[in-house]
């Protein structure tokens, strides 16, 4: 297969683990990957415990592929130890990365495009914060997350100024944190495979919100792949994130996210470099939409690694 042919001489060397808050989902992700991958090509997988990149893994025969989530793994914390190494490896480079585990540096750029971006405050690194000016700048229906963590973690909803008073209270402000304006709507995410979008995934999470226990455990979210949305609508949100992709400097592949309004606008959410790849994963769903098995996605989004390998 062209696959084969292409990668001869090369290893894929499947990180996976971490010391993240997602370590666990990591690991499942990485298993699953490390099954598909080595159907087609020949692969090696690591558990990352240390922030360290493995001494057999060599830029003269190892292409990396990772599924370290969270810090040090989408942070561009590993990366940054690849380019130093010259090791190639799949997925968004160090600079990329970085950039979009930032939640507020990404809002920024997209809103440079002149898209629609929920309203926030970023707080934190020691700074006090007036609670009566959050509120009215943004209303007291919000959403409160780290600007720089996995998607879902620490995720808190507050619909009171004395419930976001208790959850302050509560959570170290040494760290920066997003309040956002809390938009209700259909929430929709996209894959983006080396600059092409895949289909639209509806997630129709039983809680209400999509957070860490909604995404991870089987049967509290519903998904509906493709969307069922107008075909001019779903086109608009698909050119979204191919240009959201690109303003971020992205490659090989991410997912964006959006908030669907019910006059057919839509709101874009976050950026995430390297999202799951277990059996519930959206990045996978998103793919099915050009045809793309799990075993042919890994496959694809490989392709453009092995070439760089290849050129270096």
Not at 43 to 70: M, Q
Not at 253 to 265: G, K, Q, S, V
Not at 266 to 288: D, I
Request: proline share 3%; glycine share 8%.
């Amino acid at each position: 297969m062209e696959e084969g042919l292409m990668s001869k001489g090369v290893t894929i060397a499947v990180f996976m683990g971490g010391d993240s808050a997602e370590r666990e989902v990591s690991l499942e992700s990485g298993k699953a990957a490390f099954e598909a991958i080595q159907k087609s090509f020949t692969a090696k997988s690591y558990d990352i415990r240390e922030r360290t990149v493995p001494e057999d893994v060599l830029a003269e025969c190892h292409v990396v592929f990772s599924t370290l989530h969270g810090l040090f793994g989408e942070d561009g914390g590993m990366q940054s130890l690849l380019d130093a190494r010259g090791i190639s490896y799949a997925g968004c480079d160090a600079f990329s990365s970085k950039l979009c585990f930032n939640k507020h540096l990404t809002t920024e750029r997209v809103k440079s495009l002149g898209m629609a971006v929920t309203r926030e405050v970023l707080i934190g690194k020691g700074i006090s914060v007036d609670i009566r000016s959050v509120v009215e700048y943004l209303g007291d229906d919000l959403v409160m997350k780290p600007n720089c963590q996995g998607s879902s973690v620490d995720l808190y909803f507050t619909k009171s100024e004395g419930a976001l008073q208790q959850i302050l209270s509560n959570v170290n402000l040494a760290d920066e944190w997003l309040i956002q304006q809390r938009v209700s709507g259909r929430e929709l995410t996209v894959g983006v495979f080396d600059g092409e979008a895949g289909g639209v995934v509806e997630i129709l999470p039983k809680g209400g919100a999509y957070d860490y226990k909604s995404k991870y455990t089987k049967g509290m979210t519903d998904y509906v792949v493709p969307a069922l949305l107008d075909e001019g609508l779903a086109k608009k949100i698909q050119e979204s994130a191919v240009s959201v992709f690109h303003a971020c400097d992205c490659r090989d592949w991410a997912r964006m996210d959006y908030i669907l309004m019910p006059d057919e606008t839509f709101v874009f959410l976050e950026v995430n470099t390297l999202p799951g790849l277990t059996e519930l994963s959206l990045l996978p769903m998103s793919a099915r939409a050009l045809g793309l098995s799990f075993e042919s996605l890994l496959a694809f989004i490989l392709k453009p690694a092995i070439q760089r390998f290849q050129k270096s």
